[in-house]
């Protein structure tokens, strides 16, 4: 009986020290819309989080208005956008809320949407849409 007990025991005991050795990483699975003119990005509930996200976004004009409505309460958050052409046209931090426009005379088509979140806790909110 006291051999069984042992084996019993034994591989239980090594299951649980290789579980409480794996880093769990954090979570990050942002909510975005992506329409013609039209981008939008939620992230809730971040803990330490660090990523770089890249997106594509359709837009016909030439300028955009961008809202930002994050809350961060650690780390350190970005927004970078790009014209068709390549040529930056906004970069703002995403721990500063309010209405921004994009540089004039950007290239209408596919703008790059760039996100760079370093070791962010709280939400990070924003949008974009056609401007005037």
Do not use: K
Request: net charge negative; proline share 5%; aromatic share 8%.
């Amino acid at each position: 009986m006291r051999a069984l007990g042992h084996g019993f025991w034994t591989p239980v005991l090594v299951v649980l020290a290789c579980q409480a050795d794996t880093p769990s990483s954090p979570v990050f699975d942002p909510e975005v819309m992506d329409q013609t003119d039209d981008f939008s990005f939620r992230a809730d509930g971040l803990l330490n989080v660090t990523r770089n996200v890249t997106y594509v976004w359709t837009h016909t004009g030439v300028r955009a208005q961008v809202t930002q409505a994050s809350q961060l309460t650690a780390g350190m958050g970005r927004l970078m956008v790009h014209d068709d052409g390549g040529a930056p046209v906004y970069s703002g931090d995403l721990s500063v809320s309010g209405a921004f426009t994009t540089a004039p005379g950007g290239m209408e088509g596919l703008w790059t949407i760039r996100v760079s979140l370093v070791n962010v806790s709280g939400s990070v909110s924003f949008r974009l849409q056609r401007g005037t």
